[in-house]
């Protein structure tokens, strides 16, 4: 059975060894050596300040609000997975979609001003399968009207933009480590941030408000820490990412050149680098695409429809707001089967069953 994504299991032996580390010195938990040791290694590799660790992306983009202290109404993309919208809600924000662009599926920036309000306290944008958003101009729109920028980069690890990160860009980005994701933690999550006064305060919330060198409890916080086992895992992962890498561009590269003229793929940002974490397809129709997931799950290949519903169509939403591209996207967007290991004859199968389907 090949599923739409495999998780990367590092070498045992490798993994064991941490584990004996943690039961040498008897911390599981609580800002562990693992973790920091995790911490200060992303900073290096992703070529950013303050990492900090917690125990899912969802947990990330929590603390990222609580930490910017938004009120009101938040901009986000109705074209995203469904936590990117229930984190919002969940801490008693309101979201408001703002319609994507077409090619690229990331939220355009031409019509994020005209659901700006009085009320409006932020903009959460998403690096949609990793593509990098188009990040001047939502920073222009930030500066005019004041307001904070969440990145969800949960698919853009070691996306690079022009010099640099990605995740350099606006006030927080947040990352999701789980199991599915090109790095992962088995489960987990980060949040970058630039500015180390908030960072702290960051990790404060990530402690259930405590300030590690008081004892005492400043803030509203929670308990969204990373254990040590997850660190291990994340230790391991790391030291592989490059061969990790390596075999998932191969793999993409094969669906691309197949499928270049065949259907829409995503038009990636130029000043972008690709971590080939996700191959998307956009097909002519929702029937077309049934057509095609039927045929390869007869074949015990499961791709995956990423995303739907269009989030604007949450039942726990402000309703009727009309995102008409996003929606139409959410029927028609199919993402393949890609990991670092599937074997040629599972894509050439994926490949032409698309091929023959057209």
């Known amino acids: 059975m090949i599923n739409v994504t495999k998780t990367y299991l590092p070498n045992i032996d490798k993994y064991k060894s941490y584990i004996d580390e943690i039961y040498a010195n008897g911390q599981l938990t609580n800002n ?5 040791k995790l911490e200060r290694r ?45 984190s ?49 101009d939502i920073q222009k729109i930030s500066e005019r009207h004041n307001l904070k920028v ?14 640099g990160s990605i995740l350099n860009y606006g006030d927080i980005s947040t990352l999701s480590f789980h199991a599915t994701k090109l790095f992962h933690t088995i489960e987990g999550g980060a949040l970058i941030i630039k500015d180390d006064e908030l960072a702290n305060k960051a990790r404060r919330l990530v402690n259930f408000g405590i300030n590690n060198n008081t004892g ?43 499928l270049i003229n065949q259907v829409q793929l995503q038009e990636k940002n130029n ?9 998307p397809i956009a097909l002519e129709s929702e029937d077309q695409l049934l057509s095609i997931v039927q045929k390869l799950n007869k074949a015990q290949i499961f791709p995956r429809r990423y995303f739907r519903p269009s989030l ?24 393949l089967p890609l990991f670092h290991s599937i ?13 023959e389907t057209l």
Not at 48 to 61: E, K, P, R, S, Y
Not at 156 to 163: H, L, M, S, T
Not at 316 to 322: H, I, K, N
Not at 343 to 355: A, C, D, F, H, S
Request: proline share 3%; aromatic share 8%.
């Open 150 to 163: 969440i990145y969800d980069a949960a698919h853009a690890f070691d996306v690079q933009y022009k010099e």
């Open 343 to 355: 074997k040629e004859r599972y894509q050439n199968t994926v490949i032409n069953t698309i091929l």
């Open 32 to 36: 562990g050596p693992l973790v920091q």
């Open 88 to 136: 919002i809600v969940a801490n008693g924000l309101n979201p408001l979609f703002s319609d994507i662009n077409l090619r690229t599926f990331n939220i355009n920036p031409d019509l994020i001003e005209e659901k700006i309000t009085s009320k409006t306290s932020a903009i959460v944008p998403v690096h949609v399968f990793g593509n990098a958003c188009e990040v001047e």
């Open 271 to 279: 000043n972008s680098s690709n971590n080939y974490a996700y191959f």
């Open 216 to 258: 005492e409890s400043r803030d509203l916080g929670m308990n969204a820490k990373m254990n040590e086992f997850e660190a291990a895992m994340g230790l391991c992962v790391l030291d592989d990412i490059n061969l990790i890498l390596e075999k998932r561009k191969i793999r993409y590269n094969n669906y691309a050149q197949a």
């Open 42 to 86: 992303l900073e290096e590799y992703l070529g950013v300040n303050n990492v900090i660790l917690v125990a899912n992306g969802t947990l990330a983009l929590d603390v990222a609000y609580r930490a910017l202290d938004l009120t009101g109404d938040v901009i986000t993309t109705p074209f995203s997975f469904v936590a990117t919208t229930s």
């Open 312 to 335: 604007n169509k949450l039942s726990y939403v402000e309703q009727g707001q009309a995102c008409p591209i996003s929606e139409n996207a959410s029927n028609r967007v199919l993402c």
